[in-house]
């Protein structure tokens, strides 16, 4: 889901950690749970921090209620694991996931 924030939307914060054998498997994680959040609370993440801790990550989420944006597509069903990448390219890092709609 793409949407329009309003100023100052966020309105809850979540914190949790990810523990999970490669970056591949972390990015997938993290997506399914922002997945997650937008299907069975009707939130969506405003700001996202994540911070490495070696063998996991630990990631805050700055959350808003659904209906408090304006949507400008459709909402996220699921991330399919095809195609998927997280590694470094050309000296930086990048992250590729196929997002099922």
């Known amino acids: 889901m793409f949407a329009e924030l309003p100023h100052g939307a966020a309105t809850r914060t979540c ?10 498997a972390l990015l997938f994680a993290l997506l399914d749970e922002i997945t997650y959040l937008l299907d069975a609370h009707d939130r ?12 996991r990550l630990r990631v805050r989420l700055e959350l808003t209620e659904v ?10 069903k ?16 990048t992250a590729r996931a196929l997002i099922d709609i």
């Open 78 to 93: 699921g991330v399919s694991r095809a195609q998927a990448h997280l590694g470094r390219e050309d000296g930086r890092w």
């Open 67 to 76: 209906a408090a944006v304006q949507a400008l597509g459709p909402s996220p």
């Open 15 to 24: 914190e949790f950690t990810l523990e999970e054998a490669d970056g591949t």
């Open 44 to 55: 969506v993440p405003t700001a996202a921090e994540v911070a490495d801790l070696g063998d």
